[in-house]
């Protein structure tokens, strides 16, 4: 019923930066709070930003200061722009989203992550 596509993942040496992308299709009427998680391999799935529908946004403090969540409502879709990259930054990073389908259902939907490695 609703696909989460993400994209812009990839190798950067540390210091640098990158943009991840995710993009919403299907049977949406809404969307409600869109999230980004990253598992680092052999290490839990562990949240790193959420953003709202109305703007206000959260990170985990490992974050703060150099990454950005933002959101295009009208596309449906979640930026996470990636700054003063680090090698502890290396993950495969997931977007999250809780939908509101045609029908009024409310359902989560997880994309199929997008790897992002740091080194140099």
């Known amino acids: 019923q609703v696909q989460l596509v993400e994209s812009g993942g990839g190798l950067v040496q540390p210091g640098g930066s990158l943009r991840l992308s995710c993009a919403a299709s299907g049977s949406i009427f809404s969307i409600n709070a869109m999230r980004w998680y990253r598992q680092a391999p052999g290490k839990e799935r562990e949240f790193v930003a959420l953003?709202?529908?109305?703007?206000?946004?959260n990170y985990v403090d490992s974050v703060k200061g150099r990454f950005t969540i933002s959101r295009d409502n009208a596309k449906n879709t979640v930026y996470l722009q990636m700054n003063s990259l680090k090698p502890e930054d290396t993950a495969v990073y997931y977007c999250?989203?809780?939908?509101?389908?045609?029908?009024?259902?409310?359902?989560?939907?997880w994309g199929q992550g997008t790897l992002v490695t740091v080194s140099s």
């Open positions: 999250n989203a809780a939908v509101v389908l045609t029908s009024r259902a409310q359902i989560e939907v």
């Open positions: 953003i709202t529908t109305g703007g206000s946004t």
